[in-house]
């Protein structure tokens, strides 16, 4: 399935809605979180511990579609290897790399600046961007790096 | 008195402050921006004596751009976020701290500033020192004491606002914008009252007239005619995305009143999805800092498919051009052609490239306009436009200013020597992400070296020598009345360099990549000094993430076009302080 249909469908409703709905303290537990297009994250958490696509390539393709339509890459850069944002390819993890502490991170975002998908995002297609990025290979350099 | 006499002294005066000569009240030293002191004491002949008297840690890792402040024997260092401000007591042994202040800044803005959480700098100003937070915020702290005197939102983190810039103030209105080009902001200058922070004006640089703050029979492109320029230039509603960002560095002539600025790149990077001149992105803006008033503008790069922002430093200084003297601006763009502007007017009176350039043959100067080569439009429809020079980041980076010596005539500045490829592809503007749509892997351009100190001939519009450099060179100029000129490498030297002919004079190794710009100052003790900050990041944490070394869970893969540049430095912040 191309999920930009149904991601600008989301976008639209979102954009029309936002603003109003933006109050940090509705999820936010520690710290307030900037929320992507403005859309708070439903409240209600899912509680999901394990990835249903985890492995799965054709929901991993699914999720790299995300990570452009999404503007997951002007953070985190092309293949996901690290720009302003964190490398999410080198298979270490700010939040812990868990299947559900990656998901946490997308949906209800993290502070430093990692907006909430949750207001954008069903679960499901944040779990596709799970699979994405559980699936890339980390560098082959780390943790040592030579020069001669 | 006349009006015009008093604005003269007021020009000729730091606003209300008892700097002295010697002293640094400003980012570019002067209300020019010519970052040139006329202190003396090193000169070519000693300049190989220069030896480090003081060093300290910041205790922050981001890209320390930006440069201190001396004024009355005390030195005011603004870290990156989170933006602490120190005030060292130059007048005891050790320079120890006067007073520190640390504010709270909303720790979300580490995810909207596009290119690492720098600052630029303070500004010192009336026994205030006033500088930007990160996350949307302008504060005024007393100079003698650190007490926050005011503190006053400007910008929005959640439309992807943020506020590395360094005000300029003038007249007793604190002038600051927003960064977020890469965000889809509307961009904005605004104005503030000195004495309380109170929002006096704000002026957009994209919009209708109203907004825009041109006004009919004041308002006066040299090029340009018609009214609601900023708004016909763009498709119904895009315009109210478009980026226009202000984050370089600001300047003002008293005799004219007329407040300079360069604003950023039109967003998103995908040219196809914003038709038109797109006015007034990569542009210069002369405004009236009182009221923000526009008086003209000028815009460098028309309908900017490459990101070239043009918010590098406007000098302002007098000139022969073409046999008469000029009173002129003097810009040196992204795009990689350095301008010669009528400051009254707007008028291109040269333009000439100081890097390769082969987005576009020459710059017309009867319309003003770039004679574009169609091979090198970009846009999602065109696939990957390969070997486009120069690249995004510049011939010359905006965040590393030029200085301008009136000894020599001659300006001085880093330079990059490096092309890209671009592949547009379409972006989808979700509020507080990025809005980019634009992939533009770089590599090096003719001959190999990625970098160049070199001088510039902004009368003739003609390179008088070039020091190439492994690295792109990141670092900002200064240069002094002994005729040395200053500048870092991204390696990690500082360097003395004879502004004459160029000779490297003396050089040290300061321990991380220098992207900040180097000051002179005369110390308590009489004696000329000069200081620098250091500490690889800006655009270079993103560039060469492989510097990096605080964050276990982040460890990057060289990159292609710098892959040793980690063997030479690491991220560090540093003030560091040489004399002889």
Known sequence: ?148 | MTRLTVLILLGALPVGGAAQRGDWPMPGKDFAATRYSDLSEITGANAGRLRPVWTFSTGVLGGHEGQPLVVENTMYVVTPYPNVLYAFDLTREGYPLKWKYRPAVDPNALGIACCDAVNRGAFYADGKIVYNLLDGHTVAVAAATGKELWKTRIADLAQGETTPVAPLVVKHRVIVGASGGEFGIHGWLKGLDLETGRLVWTAYNIGPDSEVLAKPGIFQPFYDRGAELALTTWPAEVWKNGGAPVWGWMSYDPALDLLYYGTGNPAPYNPEQRAGDNKWTASVLARRPDDGTLVWAYQFTPHDSWDYDAASEMILADLVVGGRPRKVLVHFDKNGFAYTLDRATGEVLVAQPFVDVNWAKRVDVATGRPVVDSTKLTGASRGNVKHVCPTLEGGKSPASPAAYSPRTRLFYLATNNMCMDYQATQATRIAGTPFIGANTPYHAGRGGYMGAFIAWDAGAGKKVWQTTEPYPVWSGALVTAGDVAFYGTLDGWFKAADARTGKVLWRFKVGSGVVGNPITYTGADGKQYVAVYVGIGGDWFLLAGDVRSDDPADVRAPADFVPDIARHTSQGGIVWIFAL
């Open chain 1, 1 to 148: 399935m191309d999920l930009r249909p149904v991601v600008a469908l989301l976008f639209v409703t979102a954009a029309c809605g936002g603003r109003e709905a933006a109050r940090p303290s509705d999820v936010a537990r520690e710290e307030p979180r900037v929320f992507a297009g403005g859309v708070a994250p439903p409240a209600g958490a899912p509680q999901v511990d394990k990835n249903p696509f985890r492995g799965d390539r054709q929901s991993a393709a699914e999720g790299e579609r995300t990570f452009g339509v999404m503007n997951c890459d002007g953070c985190h850069g092309g293949g996901a290897a690290g720009w302003v944002g964190p490398s999410l390819r080198d298979g270490r993890w700010r939040y812990g790399g868990s299947d559900g502490a990656i998901f946490q991170s997308v949906y209800y975002g993290r502070p430093h600046g990692m907006p909430a998908y949750g207001g954008l995002l069903p679960p499901g297609a944040v779990w596709k961007l799970v699979t994405y990025l559980q699936l890339l290979e980390p560098p082959a350099n780390a943790p040592t790096q030579s020069w001669r």
